[in-house]
Antibody, heavy 120, light 109 residues
Framework: QVQLQESGPGLVKPSQTLSLTCTVS??????????WSWIRQPAGKGLQWIGR???????YYNPSLKSRVTISVDTSKNQFSLKLTSVTAADTAVYYC????????????WGQGTLVTVSS | QSVLTQPPSASGTPGQRVTISCSGS????????VYWYQQLPGTAPKLLIY???QRPSGVPDRFSGSKSGTSASLAISGLRSEDEADYSC??????????FGGGTKLTVL
């Protein structure tokens, strides 16, 4: 059974960089059948896709966040990461990592989510 | 403001059939598959429907999806108390982004 687990600071100061890691267990992050995504959800609001990375290293980002986002993968640790720069209070949200199927293009496994608050 | 439009709330009584709508445009729903996610209170989203109508293994056949033009619907028949959750639709956009609806909170009365 594939499991994903987010980790990282729960509190980030405004203008700083938010950094999160997603550790994948029960499967290889190097499989060409999958891609890896980050999604966030502000309290009481809908889901917002942040971006995805393929095992080839190709990345795709939400145009509204593209200038501030970097997603990377570390196959040796079976992890992928999110960096979001110049954060503001509007970036406060629960951040989820998820696995996507290349063929089905769905998000079939999700982490439990981690709350990141941007505040001084 | 979400790209896909869903009603903020829906409700039904046990045993009833409920539908949740999702409206988009030609650049997303109109030209790509629709996905539905169920989010029980305090938990992560769970894939409910993929490729418009397909159910992942383990999802009861009480849940069904459909799509017509630039709109899609999720139907839940034989409503149960455990179906009380937020339901979100999603679709890939021509910009290669995944766009979501704002979510519909389903209450089982």
């Amino acid at each position: 059974q594939v499991q994903l687990q987010e980790s990282g600071p729960g509190l980030v100061k405004p203008s700083q960089t938010l950094s999160l890691t997603c550790t994948v267990s029960g499967g290889s992050i190097s499989s060409a059948s999958y891609y890896w995504s980050w999604i966030r959800q502000p309290a009481g609001k809908g889901l917002q896709w942040i971006g995805r990375i393929y095992t080839s290293g190709n990345t795709y980002y939400n145009p509204s966040l593209k200038s501030r986002v970097t997603i990377s993968v570390d196959t040796s640790k079976n992890q992928f990461s999110l960096k979001l720069t110049s954060v503001t209070a509007a970036d406060t949200a629960v951040y989820y990592c998820a696995r996507g199927g290349v063929a089905t293009r769905d998000l079939d496994y999700w982490g439990q989510g981690t709350l990141v608050t941007v505040s001084s | 403001q979400s790209v896909l439009t869903q009603p903020p709330s829906a409700s039904g009584t046990p045993g009833q059939r409920v539908t949740i709508s999702c409206s988009g445009s030609s650049s997303n729903i109109g030209s790509n598959y629709v996905y539905w996610y169920q989010q029980l209170p305090g938990t992560a989203p769970k894939l409910l429907i993929y490729r418009n109508t397909q159910r992942p293994s383990g999802v009861p056949d009480r849940f069904s999806g459909s799509k017509s033009g630039t709109s899609a619907s999720l139907a839940i028949s034989g409503l149960r108390s455990e179906d009380e959750a937020d339901y979100s639709c999603a679709a890939w956009d021509a910009s290669l982004s995944l766009v979501f609806g704002g979510g519909t909170k389903l209450t089982v009365l």
